[in-house]
């Protein structure tokens, strides 16, 4: 798959390692049923990694939602290589409006933007029953009392290494590893 070609670091686009999206989508379709004929939505897509591998298995509809006109381009390109149909749409958060029966994202880790991870948990568990959301190993705390506040239930957290390659000039080392986790969360939204 084609990566950005121009990544913004404010907008913290680092693209998932394919090994742990696989991971990840496998385990959706796989253990919890969550893919497969499913209408999934990948908030914050990027390149549309975890959109495209939500359709190669099976989901019945996925939308990949981004600000970014670039990196949606290049979803375009990667899902017609791939040979599956995802909708790819323009647009921030607000833009989603309709009910969706699974989420999967790769969310800015909030670094560059405060909170801006829990803006995007708030309108994935608002849109859908099931999320899979990656966040920082040092965060856990923080987004396990966050998502208590609205109701929603944890039923796993799946934790990974995920590598940064050196992208951007203020980056020191050649890659940066962070410990991850990926949140399968439970909302109380209905379908």
């Known amino acids: 798959m084609r990566p950005h070609p121009s990544p913004r670091i404010r907008l913290e ?3 998932i390692p394919a090994s742990i999206a696989a ?10 049923r969550d893919i497969s004929g499913k209408l999934v939505l ?7 990694r975890l959109a495209i591998g939500a359709a190669l298995l099976g989901a019945r509809r996925t939308i990949g939602i981004d600000i970014d006109p670039v990196a949606i381009a290049i979803a375009r390109e ?19 409006r309709a009910g969706f029966d699974t989420v999967v ?12 991870d829990k803006i995007f948990l708030r309108k ?5 029953p099931v999320v899979y959301s990656i966040h920082k190993s040092a965060t ?14 944890v039923s796993s957290i799946h934790e990974y290494m995920l590598d940064i390659p050196r992208m951007f000039e203020r980056h020191q080392k050649r890659i940066h590893s962070v410990k991850v986790d990926c949140y399968r969360i439970e909302s109380k939204v209905t379908r």
């Open 78 to 96: 990667n899902s017609a290589v791939a040979n599956v149909d995802v909708e790819w749409v323009v647009g921030d958060l607000d833009a989603i």
């Open 42 to 48: 990948d908030l914050g897509t990027g390149t549309g």
């Open 105 to 116: 994202m790769n969310p800015p880790f909030g670094t560059k933007r405060r909170h801006v």
């Open 140 to 153: 856990r705390e923080h987004i396990l009392g966050y998502l208590e506040r609205f109701g929603c239930r």
């Open 13 to 15: 686009q680092y693209t």
């Open 124 to 128: 994935a568990v608002s849109v859908a």
């Open 23 to 32: 991971d990840i989508l496998l385990l959706a379709a796989t253990v919890y």
